[in-house]
């Protein structure tokens, strides 16, 4: 069987405002807009239409001079924590043989870097991330393109995602999917399980 993952909020958890909440200087009168406006951009970017010189340029300017690159990087992606639950069911799917692929709205802050860095990816073939594909989740393109690159049957193919948006897209296109919630990982095995027969 191959399924196909999305990544944050599945196979990662993540908490992008905690962790660039601490290059706010402090006493900021406005620090929610600045968060706004640092994070107002990151469709596109993930969509792969800035580029990550321009994006971290604009980083810089918004954060203003007591942020420095390396920290805003370091930031960026210090938002992840492993979803361990699911990543005990990664272990088991790979074990059993089964064809699994990454499917993720994601920018070149995060990747490759997260790919190394995260030791569940090891288990993964493969898979399609939104700036390289220069697409973006919930447009069926994306899941079209991601369909020819990697051969597959969407009717024979598992799809999961935390957002109701990218799971209606999946049906609509034919693929067996599930809406994942990251406190709910006995919902998924149950849905899992009736899946694998």
């Not at 993952?5 to 601490?22: A, C, P, Q, T, W």
């Not at 010189?53 to 690159?69: C, I």
């Not at 499917?103 to 493969?126: C, D, K, M, Q, T």
């Not at 220069?134 to 024979?156: D, N, Q, S, T």
Request: aromatic share 12%.
């Amino acid at each position: 069987m191959t399924i196909l993952f999305d990544i944050g909020k599945v196979l990662l958890d993540f908490d992008f405002e905690s962790s660039l909440r601490r290059l706010i200087p402090a006493g900021d009168p406005d620090p929610e807009g600045r968060m706004r406006r640092i994070l107002g951009d990151k469709d596109a970017f993930e969509r792969g239409d800035i580029s990550l010189e321009d994006y971290l340029d604009e980083a810089e300017r918004q954060l203003g001079p007591g942020a420095t690159r390396q920290n805003f990087i370091a930031a960026w992606r210090g938002i992840f924590t492993p979803n361990r639950p699911m990543w005990e069911t990664i272990d088991r799917l790979a074990a059993d043989g089964h064809r699994l692929l990454y499917f993720s709205n994601i920018n070149p802050i995060h990747a490759p870097w997260l790919f190394e860095e995260y030791e569940v990816f090891r288990h993964f073939e493969g898979g399609t991330c939104s700036y390289l594909a220069r697409l973006i989740k919930p447009e069926p393109a994306i899941y079209h393109h991601v369909v020819e690159k990697h051969g597959l049957v969407p009717k024979h193919t598992l799809y999961i995602d935390d957002l109701p948006a990218n799971i209606a897209t999946g049906e609509a296109l034919g693929f067996r999917s599930h809406l994942y919630d990251l406190h709910r990982h006995d919902a998924f095995e149950s849905w899992l399980a009736a899946q694998l027969g």
